[in-house]
């Protein structure tokens, strides 16, 4: 057949996890071939913060969330826009993201997720090293900032959860902040800095770099979007816009599109996508660098240094279609708010970025073989930390894909736990 290729495996999306799950796949020894649209700047990966954190083990669904609920609704809360309509029509998913808000929920969450987040920045280094982006690394901590006592006593829960699992974090006094942060405009009654945590000041060049080592290990790219994968007794079939790939296994990796492309197959995830936008700006030349990303937690933001004088300002989440429009009001409020923070100067954008992050209710991301379906390995939903997980749960497919023990355990990750849910 024309445009028919053949291969041992094929991965399907090429953000941070599908990409690492390819090179891995190469390293032992795999023919691979990694099936994406090749449109670097939607992807999720490109337009993240960077922060590669052992601490990010906490989904967004807290028990925090009922005393702020009202707020939520009105979309009165800078860090959430909820569009109504698409709430409804992702019904499963927001009715057991509810559910999931509870301290005992949080806590399981947090427990699952601390193997796969205590091993991500040593696979990040690995990856970095092979790729030839170490510049982009380092390990300077990042912070979260509170604007006022309330607000620093309501993540009183989160620290604590962080100190059972031996997370290290340094509590900063509100006189002490700016000097930690010379950059900081803007008074804080505390900081919090979690000095484990490393970022990367170009989440999309090490995309790039890493697209570079899978070519040079052999791997194969066919840029093109997946539109059916159908199995058949030698394994499967992926029908992309330009032919077909016959392959033994296929790993779904594709981010906020992969629960599309599962229903296909009949797997009906509880599944919604979260939206994020980026702007970058200019520090004033007078200005102190930042030298860490920072949460401005009254905000709902995260500003992150991007090298040469670059801040990019991220927004809060937007809870919508994955195809909507863009809404631009969130980040256009996160950057008046950056204004008070660091002293910046004009956008360096034409436009802000906008991508879409998987979601799942309960905050953990969707990893192990298809429990209908031989040789399908799911690989996505890993949310707010698909950057910075990208490497470790690479190496967990291919684990899955060759036979072995994972690399870290997996089993809150089974992917049956979102199809055993009631329909509703």
Same mark, same amino acid.
């Given at each position: 057949?024309?445009?028919?290729? /053949? ?21 032992? #020894? *795999? ?15 490109? $337009? ?6 052992? $601490? ?6 807290? !028990? ?8 939520? *609704? ?52 690995? &990856? ?22 309330? +607000?620093? +006593?309501?993540?009183?829960? %989160? =620290?604590?959860? *962080? ?17 930690? %942060?010379?950059? &900081? ?12 945590? @490393? ?19 052999? $791997?194969?790219?066919?840029?093109? /979007?997946?539109? =059916? ?8 079939? /992926? ?36 939206? @994020? ?11 102190? !660098? ?9 905000? #709902?933001?995260?500003?992150? !240094?991007?090298? %040469?004088?670059?801040?990019?300002? &991220?927004? #809060? ?14 980040? %256009? ?38 429990? =209908?379906?031989?040789? *399908? ?16 749960? $690479? ?12 690399? /870290? ?16």
């Amino acid at each position: 057949m024309p445009n028919a290729q /053949v291969a041992d495996i094929v991965v399907i999306g090429g953000g941070m996890v599908g990409l690492a799950s390819a090179i891995a796949l190469k390293d032992r #020894g *795999l023919d691979v071939v990694l099936c994406d649209p090749g449109e670097s700047r939607a992807r999720t990966s490109f $337009g993240n913060a960077g922060v590669i954190s052992r $601490g990010s083990i906490f989904p967004m669904s807290s !028990p925090g969330l009922w005393p702020k609920l009202p707020t939520y *609704l009105r979309n009165a809360d800078r860090g959430l826009r909820l569009r109504h309509a698409h709430l409804a029509r992702v019904l499963p998913w927001t009715l057991h993201f509810l559910a999931a808000a509870r301290t005992s929920a949080w806590r399981r969450a947090a427990k699952s997720l601390l193997p796969l987040t205590s091993a991500a920045y040593g696979e990040h280094e690995q &990856l970095a090293a092979r790729a030839g982006t170490k510049g982009l690394l380092h390990r300077t901590g990042w912070i979260k900032l509170y604007r006022d006592e309330a +607000a620093f +006593a309501g993540a009183n829960l %989160e =620290r604590a959860i *962080l100190a059972e699992h031996g997370i290290a974090m340094e509590i900063i006094d509100g006189a002490d902040v700016q000097a930690l %942060e010379p950059a &900081l405009i803007r008074r804080y009654a505390r900081a919090v800095l979690l000095p484990e945590t @490393g970022s990367l000041q170009d989440p999309g060049a090490l995309i790039e770099a890493c697209e570079g080592l899978y070519s040079a290990l052999g $791997g194969r790219f066919v840029q093109a /979007v997946t539109t =059916r994968l159908v199995p058949d007794h030698e394994g499967w079939t /992926v029908h992309h816009a330009g032919g077909q790939v016959h392959a033994r296994q296929v790993v779904l990796a594709a981010g906020a599109a992969s629960a599309e492309i599962a229903k296909t197959l009949g797997y009906r995830f509880a599944f919604a996508v979260e939206r @994020g936008y980026h702007r970058h700006y200019a520090l004033h030349p007078n200005s102190p !660098p930042l030298t860490r990303p920072i949460l401005d937690t009254g905000a #709902g933001s995260i500003l992150a !240094p991007m090298g %040469e004088g670059r801040i990019r300002v &991220l927004s #809060g989440v937007e809870l919508n279609a994955r195809h909507a429009p863009p809404d631009h009001l969130q980040i %256009e409020a996160a950057a008046q708010e950056a204004a008070g923070t660091l002293r910046l100067g004009g956008p360096l954008d034409n436009q802000p970025w906008l991508g879409s992050r998987p979601s799942t209710p309960d905050g953990m991301p969707v990893i192990g073989r298809a429990p =209908r379906h031989q040789g *399908l390995i799911f690989a996505f939903g890993h949310g707010h930390i698909g950057m910075s997980t990208g490497p470790i749960t $690479g190496r967990i497919v291919a684990d899955i894909a060759t036979d072995r023990p994972p690399s /870290v355990p997996i089993a809150a990750f089974a992917p049956d736990r979102l199809l055993s849910w009631p329909r509703l």
